[in-house]
C-alpha cells in the first residue's frame, strides 16, 4: 500500500529538496518515540493481549500443572457465578445513584461558582480540597464518621427526631450508601472544576441576546448554558461511568472484611482480586478484566457518537 | 462595540457571568455556598481534631459536635505511636520514590513521544496518532491480573520497579502533551532550525521550555493519582519495605482494640503534605483538571 505522499518522498526531486533536514527528522523521531514507545508495549500492549490469552486458559500464579487452553470456560465460569453478578450489579447500584447526582451537584457547584461575587476562588479552592485527600484516608476518615453512633448518625438524628440511623457500613441496605456518599464528597470537585472550565467558555453574547430577548434566568440556562457546555457535560458523565465501573478503594478499606457486609459493596474490581489475586486464578482473573474492558470500551464508544452529533449538526 | 469594552471590563474583574446580581441573591448565595463548605471541610476537621485525641475518645466523642473539637488534647502522642506502628518515615519515603519517579520520568518519555507526534515528520505517524488515542481507553485495571504474573515470572514483586514503570509512559499524558505543542507557533522552532539547530536541540531549548503549562498539569495528574493508588500496591507488595502509603493504613485494621486516634494521625500525616501543595499551587491544579477535560 504506498500512499501519495510515500511515493513523493521517494522520488529523486523530493529528496534532493529535503533529505538533510528528512533524514534527521526521521532518526530524530525514532529517539523520541524509543522510551515511552517501549514501556507503552511492555506494559500496557503486553499485558492486555495476556490478559485476552490467559481468559481461554486455566493459567494459576503459581501452579505445578501445566497451563492448557480451556476455551470459553473461564467466561462460562464467571457467567454461572452469582458473585459476579452480585458485584456487577453493585457497580450498576454506584453508577445509578453516583452519576446523575454527581453531575447533577457538579453542575450546581459550578453555576454558583461562576456568579459574580466576592470570594468566588476562596470557595472553588474548599471545594476542590477532597480532590486532593487520598481516597483511602477518605474512607478511613468515614468509617468513623458512619460508625453507629458517628457524627452522621449524630446530626440525623437531630433532624429527624431519632427516627433515622442506620448502622451504616454494618447494615447490607446503606453500607453501599455510604460508599456512594464518600465517592461524591471526594470526586465532585473534580468534575466542578471541568464544568466551571466550560461555563467560562460559554460567549457572553449569548446570554446578553438572551436578557435582551426577555428570557428568564432559568431559560438562559437551559438554552444558552445547557448546549454551551454539552460536551463538557458528555464528558463528566463518561469519566464518572467509567470510575464507577472502577470502584475499587471505598469496598476495600470501608466495611469489616473487603465488599461486605455480606457482599453488599463487593464490585467488580473486589472481585477481580479476589479471584486474580488472592485466590491466584490468573485465567479467570484475566476473564473478569475482558469482561471489565469491554463494559469500558462501551461506554466510550456511547461518549463518541454523543459528541459527533454535536459536530454533525 | 461598547459590548465588548464591557465585557473585557468584566473579565478583567475576574467574573464571567452574564448574570447581574441582586444584594438578596448575593446573600442567599453566600448562605448556600457557606453550608457546602462545611459539607466538604468538616470531616477534614474531624480528622485533625480526632488526631490530637485519646482513642478512646475520638468514638465516644463523635455522636455530637464535641468532635470537631480536639478535646481531651493530648498533644502529638498519636503521631508518634503512629510514626513508630506503621514505620511511617520508610512509607512515607516509598510513596516519595514512586510518585517522583512515575512523575519526573513520565513527564520526559510522555513529553518527547508527544512533541514527535506534533512535530516530526516520520512513516506511520498519523497510525500512532489513532493508536495513542485509542490506548487511552484501556483502564489499568484491565492489566492488573497478567501485569501482576508478568511481574512475578521476572521477580519483581516487592519491588519499586513493578510500582512506577507500568505507569511512567501515558497515552492520555502523550496526547495532552500532543495537542499541547501542536497548539504553540511553529515559527519560533523554525527560526532555531534556520540557525542550524537539529530536533532534540529544538526541543530541548525551545520546545519543552514553552510547554511549560502542559508538564505543569501532566505533573499534577500524574502525581494526584500516583499517590493514592490502592489496588496495584495492595497486589504487588507483601512487607512494608517499598509499601506506600494508602497500604500502609492496614496495618492499623488488623489489631482488635482499633487505635483510632493513631489512625487519625496516620491519615493527617498523608493528606497534609499534598494538601500544602494544593493550596501553594491551586490554580495550577485547577488549571491542570480542567484541561484534563478539554479533549475529544
Known amino acids: 500500500m504506498t500512499t501519495v505522499d510515500d511515493a513523493a518522498a521517494r522520488s529523486p526531486l523530493r529528496k534532493k529538496q529535503r533529505a538533510p533536514g528528512a533524514r534527521e527528522e526521521t532518526r530524530a523521531a525514532w529517539i523520541f518515540l524509543f522510551p515511552a514507545g517501549l514501556l507503552l508495549l511492555l506494559f500496557l500492549v503486553l499485558p492486555f493481549v495476556l490478559a485476552i490469552v490467559f481468559s481461554f486458559t486455566n493459567h494459576r500464579l503459581i501452579s505445578p500443572l501445566a497451563t492448557r487452553f480451556v476455551g470459553l470456560d473461564n467466561y462460562l465460569d464467571t457467567f454461572t457465578d452469582p458473585l459476579f453478578w452480585k458485584s456487577l450489579w453493585n457497580n450498576a447500584r454506584y453508577a445509578i445513584a453516583v452519576v446523575p447526582v454527581q453531575t447533577v451537584f457538579a453542575l450546581f457547584l459550578a453555576v454558583l461558582i461562576n456568579q459574580r461575587i466576592r470570594g468566588r476562588v476562596v470557595f472553588r479552592t474548599i471545594f476542590f480540597t477532597p480532590v486532593t485527600v487520598v481516597m483511602a484516608a477518605a474512607a478511613v476518615i468515614w468509617v468513623l464518621l458512619f460508625n453507629a453512633n458517628g457524627l452522621v448518625n449524630a446530626t440525623l438524628e437531630l433532624v429527624t427526631f431519632g427516627n433515622f440511623a442506620p448502622d451504616w457500613l454494618n447494615d447490607t441496605t446503606w453500607a453501599m450508601a455510604a460508599v456512594i456518599i464518600v465517592g461524591i464528597w471526594q470526586g465532585v470537585g473534580f468534575q466542578m472544576v471541568i464544568l466551571l472550565a466550560a461555563l467560562q467558555d460559554v460567549p457572553a453574547e449569548l446570554y446578553e441576546a438572551a436578557s435582551i430577548d426577555g428570557a428568564s434566568r432559568w431559560d438562559q440556562f437551559l438554552h444558552v448554558t445547557l448546549p454551551g457546555i454539552r460536551n463538557a457535560l458528555v464528558f463528566v458523565i463518561t469519566i464518572t461511568s467509567i470510575l464507577a465501573m472502577r470502584l475499587f478503594d471505598q469496598p476495600w478499606i470501608m466495611p469489616t472484611s473487603p465488599g461486605g457486609p455480606l457482599d453488599s459493596t463487593r464490585t467488580m474490581m473486589v472481585h477481580m482480586v479476589d479471584v486474580g489475586y488472592s485466590r491466584q486464578a490468573i485465567g479467570r482473573g484475566s476473564a473478569v478484566a475482558v469482561i471489565f474492558f469491554v463494559i469500558v470500551l462501551t461506554i466510550t464508544l456511547a461518549q463518541r457518537r454523543f459528541i459527533r452529533e454535536e459536530g454533525e449538526l | ?296
Do not use: C, H
Request: charged fraction near 15%.
Open chain 2, 1 to 296: 462595540m461598547t459590548t465588548k469594552v464591557s465585557r473585557n471590563a468584566r473579565r478583567a474583574e475576574g467574573a464571567s457571568s452574564a448574570v447581574r446580581t441582586s444584594p438578596v441573591w448575593r446573600w442567599v448565595l453566600y448562605a448556600l455556598m457557606t453550608a457546602l463548605a462545611v459539607f466538604f471541610l468538616f470531616p477534614l476537621v474531624y480528622m485533625l481534631s480526632s488526631s490530637f485525641k485519646p482513642d478512646e475518645a475520638v468514638l465516644a466523642n463523635s455522636d455530637s459536635f464535641e468532635a470537631l473539637l480536639p478535646r481531651p488534647f493530648i498533644g502529638f502522642e498519636n503521631y508518634a505511636d503512629a510514626i513508630e506502628r506503621a514505620q511511617f518515615p520508610r512509607i512515607f519515603l516509598n510513596s516519595v520514590v514512586i510518585s517522583g519517579f512515575i512523575v519526573g520520568l513520565g513527564l520526559i518519555v510522555n513529553s518527547l513521544f508527544g512533541y514527535a507526534l506534533a512535530r516530526l515528520r516520520f512513516r506511520g505517524r498519523r497510525v500512532l496518532i489513532a493508536v495513542v488515542i485509542a490506548l487511552i481507553i484501556i483502564p489499568f485495571e484491565a492489566l492488573a491480573v497478567p501485569l501482576l504474573f508478568m511481574g512475578a515470572e521476572v521477580g519483581w514483586l516487592d519491588t519499586y520497579q513493578i510500582q512506577i514503570l507500568p505507569f511512567v509512559a501515558n497515552p492520555l499524558y502523550i496526547f495532552l502533551f500532543y495537542t499541547f505543542f501542536l497548539s504553540i507557533p511553529k515559527s519560533l522552532e523554525e527560526a532555531a532550525r534556520i540557525d542550524g539547530a537539529g530536533p532534540i536541540t529544538v526541543f530541548a531549548k525551545v520546545a519543552a521550555p514553552l510547554a511549560k503549562p502542559a508538564y505543569a498539569t501532566v505533573a499534577i495528574l500524574g502525581f494526584l493519582f500516583s499517590w493514592g493508588q490502592l489496588l496495584w500496591p495492595t497486589m504487588v507488595t507483601r512487607g512494608v519495605d517499598v509499601r506506600p502509603l494508602p497500604v500502609g493504613i492496614g496495618v492499623f485494621k488488623t489489631t482488635p482494640p482499633i487505635a483510632w486516634g493513631d489512625i487519625m494521625a496516620y491519615t493527617v500525616m498523608m493528606t497534609l503534605p499534598i494538601l500544602i501543595i494544593f493550596l501553594i499551587f491551586q490554580r495550577q491544579f485547577i488549571q491542570g483538571v480542567a484541561s484534563s477535560g478539554v479533549k475529544g
